[in-house]
């Protein structure tokens, strides 16, 4: 919900304009993601419901791929060959990682063009923008709470090691939020597939097991969807 209210406001700083808005969306992950593909359905919502003509340039760094193979000092390279000679009316930034990489550039090229970062990790504020965070604390929070009402009897609480930036951070939060309860909490770590399935197979009844983005085991081999 905070997502789209700050989305709100920040269009409506727009409307006074009459031209039809420009807006880049610097996002982490592949649009075939279903995170993504929620995201891009929400701003094509939004574009439906306004009285305004509203262009999307979406720019992926399509993380799960290319990791980091492409440097921060790349993405600003990247940006300014591609649209030197056009000007966007603002920006929303989608998590973490891409918050990260534009902030480290934005005040080169795109001073005073309102921007929306999306994250946990803490942006130098200025006046054009706008950081929404909590967001994944909200989730962790809620996720707690469901799991302590489906088990009455809950005292184990088990956590999948995450190897990719954004699981880290969301594991930090989540134990963080365990700490003010007082369950027994066990990181689930340095285990193939095949041994996280066996270890969790016998796990107690009073137990909750809790995973964020697990692309991939601890020795960098991706998961394959079955």
Request: hydrophobic share 40%; no cysteine; glycine share 2%.
């Amino acid at each position: 919900m905070k997502l789209f209210i700050s989305i709100f406001i920040f269009y409506s700083a727009l409307f006074a304009q009459e031209k039809a808005l420009n807006i880049l969306i610097f996002h982490s992950f592949n649009e075939s993601y279903p995170w993504s593909k929620d995201f891009f359905l929400g701003i094509e919502d939004y574009k439906k419901n306004s009285n305004k003509i509203i262009n999307i340039y979406a720019e992926s760094i399509d993380y799960q791929r290319l990791k980091t193979q492409m440097q921060n000092e790349d993405w600003e390279n990247y940006f300014k060959q591609k649209y030197k000679d056009f000007k966007f009316d603002g920006i929303i930034i989608e998590n973490e990682i891409t918050s990260k990489i534009l902030n480290s550039f934005s005040k080169k090229l795109y001073a005073d063009i309102p921007k929306i970062y999306i994250s946990d990790f803490n942006i130098e504020q200025q006046n054009d923008t706008l950081q929404v965070n909590n967001t994944k604390k909200e989730l962790i929070v809620n996720s707690i709470k469901l799991a302590k009402q489906n088990n009455e009897n809950l005292k184990n609480i088990y956590i999948i090691k995450s190897y990719n930036e954004i699981g880290i951070l969301m594991e930090n939060l989540l134990l963080e939020e365990l700490g003010k309860e007082k369950f027994n909490t066990v990181i689930v770590k340095d285990l193939l597939v095949e041994q996280t399935k066996e270890f969790l197979s016998k796990v107690p009844k009073d137990s909750a097991v809790f995973y964020t983005l697990n692309f991939e085991d601890y020795l960098g081999k991706n998961y394959i969807p079955k």
